[in-house]
C-alpha cells in the first residue's frame, strides 16, 4: 500500500469505528486493534531478524577472513536487536488487554448506572403522581 492509501484505510476505519460504536467507544476499539497488529508485527520482525542473525553468523563461520568476522559480529547485534524487539511485547500486550479490559468494564458499568438511574427517576415520578393524585382526592 502506498502511505496515502494506509492513510485512506485508517480514516475509512476509525470513521467505522466511530459511527456504529460512538467517538469514544471507537478510540478505544481502534487502541485495541492498533495494539494487536503491532504485537503481529514486532513478532513476524523478530523472527525475520532472528533469521537473519543466526544465517549472517552461520556463514561468518565459513568464511575465514575478515568479511566472516564482520559477518559474525553483525549477525549476533541483528539477533540481540531481534530479543529486544520482543521484550516489548509482553508490555504491548498487557496494554492491549487493558483498553480490552477498560473498554467493555466500562460500557457495562455506564449501562447498568444508567439503567438504575432510570428505574429511580421512574419510581420518583410515580411516587409524585400518587402524592399529587392523594393531596387532590
Known amino acids: 500500500c502506498e502511505n496515502g492509501e494506509k492513510e485512506s484505510l485508517f480514516k475509512n476505519f476509525t470513521d467505522l469505528l466511530e459511527r456504529d460504536l460512538g467517538e469514544k467507544e471507537g478510540q478505544l476499539m481502534f ?11 514486532i513478532t513476524d520482525l523478530a523472527f525475520e531478524e532472528n533469521s537473519m542473525g543466526r544465517f549472517l553468523k552461520d556463514f561468518g563461520k565459513l568464511d575465514k577472513t575478515r568479511a ?39 460500557i457495562d458499568d455506564t449501562s447498568q448506572t444508567v439503567s438504575g438511574m432510570e428505574k429511580v427517576r421512574t419510581e420518583y415520578r410515580l411516587f409524585l403522581i400518587r402524592l399529587t393524585h392523594y393531596f387532590l382526592n
Request: charged fraction near 20%; charge should be positive.
Open 31 to 41: 487502541c485495541f486493534y492498533f495494539a494487536s497488529s503491532i504485537i503481529i508485527f
Open 68 to 106: 566472516g568476522k564482520i559477518m559474525i559480529a553483525s549477525g549476533k547485534a541483528v539477533s540481540y536487536s531481534s530479543q529486544q524487539r520482543l521484550a516489548l511485547r509482553p508490555s504491548i500486550i498487557r496494554l492491549a488487554e487493558e483498553v480490552d479490559t477498560f473498554y467493555f468494564r466500562a
